[in-house]
């Protein structure tokens, strides 16, 4: 029974010496003075077009403590009226108490906190203070923010597609800035996307993938014939004339290319289920189109390459109507970014410009037209 009493004993010791180290915690770090956030603007309008500008500036003063820290600094932002709940941040330097925000870092911050692009958002922003595993917050600013839809071509990570191919699809020839790209959606050094090859005469069939718009680090077929890079390799030969789909691991020196020949198919069109429509590329616009075709109202159609169902275009997820001259996202069924067997119709029967443009494999793009 003593021995009990002992032991009972030593655990509230333990727990009121842990109590009061906690308790310590407490008071050792007290916040004396609340941090004051304000901003030079009440209202802004990003642009993409001055996106390296300064769009607003913060000041700030410090809070202080009963003791002396080294805190974390941050700008704090959230959509009005959800209590900073999926916020974002932007850090700031500990020896500064104002700062400037470009309209690009603006506009990264409201993409992650959830603000509506194109639309004005009520946002909250105030100034977190972290100290460890505490966090200290200043008053609220309310402004007023009018993101951009940021443009895809700036957003993803790219390489390009120089070759000797190039002039005749709307580019110029060997030149790795002015070249078709190809685009890495998950931003993981794996990189996608479309080329077309007018003729293989002449050795007009070749390309090799350069990096930063420049031949430094260009990397080609390793000699092999078997899918694999090495820098300064061979130049690589178009298997066929017509559009190629191509695929490479930059890290893994590897790359694929296969023939993809788009057109359209289904009952909606004139030709219903039995054959395709195909597309013609037109290296003015660098798009994919079918000039005109009619369109049923009543029925659906898809877009699929080399008449065949392995490699289509399609919705996400359900079937679509297209709205005349409203460009839409479209998804290619192989990169596994859409469920299901969904296909697009048109709310109006008649004739039809379709436009399919394939330049950046993270934002394919789908436009119908009627005539």
């Given at each position: ?169 709307g580019y110029a ?9 190809l685009f890495s ?187």
């Open positions: 029974m003593k021995h009990f009493f002992k032991i009972v004993t030593i655990a509230l010791l333990g727990l009121w010496v842990i109590s009061c180290e906690k308790d310590e915690d407490q008071a050792i770090l007290n916040e004396s003075s609340q941090a004051k956030l304000s901003s030079d603007k009440t209202s802004i309008v990003l642009n993409e077009i001055t996106a390296g500008d300064a769009a607003i500036s913060f000041t700030w003063i410090n809070p202080t403590f009963n003791t002396a820290i080294v805190p974390k600094r941050q700008i704090e932002f959230g959509v009005k009226g959800k209590s900073f709940k999926d916020s974002s941040v932007i850090d700031v330097s500990n020896d500064v108490t104002n700062v400037s925000i470009t309209h690009a870092q603006m506009n990264a911050a409201m993409y992650s906190c959830g603000a509506t692009p194109d639309i004005s958002n009520q946002i909250e922003v105030r100034l977190k203070t972290i100290a460890g595993s505490a966090f200290f917050y200043s008053n609220v600013v309310n402004i007023t923010v009018t993101p951009y839809t940021p443009n895809p071509d700036l957003v993803y990570p790219k390489i390009n597609v120089p070759g000797a191919y190039a002039g005749a699809a020839d060997w030149t790795p800035d002015n070249s078709p790209n959606p998950g931003k993981d050094g794996k990189y996608r996307g479309f080329i077309y090859v007018t003729t293989l005469a002449s050795d007009k069939g070749k390309y090799k993938f350069a990096i930063d718009q420049a031949w430094p680090g260009n990397k080609g077929d390793d000699g092999t014939n078997t899918g694999k890079l090495k820098v300064d390799g061979a130049d690589i030969v178009a298997s066929a004339i017509g559009t190629h789909y191509l695929k490479v691991d930059w890290t893994a020196n590897t790359y694929s290319a296969v023939a993809a020949n788009f057109g359209i198919i289904g009952d909606a069109t004139p030709t219903g289920w039995n054959s395709d429509t195909d597309f013609v590329y037109n290296p003015v616009t660098k798009k994919y189109e079918i000039p005109s075709i009619q369109l049923s109202s009543t029925g659906l159609f898809k877009f699929r390459a080399n008449d065949d169902w392995a490699m289509k275009f399609q919705p996400a997820n359900a079937d679509q109507t297209l709205v005349s001259g409203t460009g839409v996202m479209t998804y290619l069924n192989t990169e596994g970014t859409v469920t299901g067997d969904s296909g697009y119709k048109v709310a109006v029967t008649g004739a039809y410009k379709i436009e399919l443009d394939l330049h950046n494999s993270a934002n394919y793009k789908l436009t119908i037209t009627k005539l």
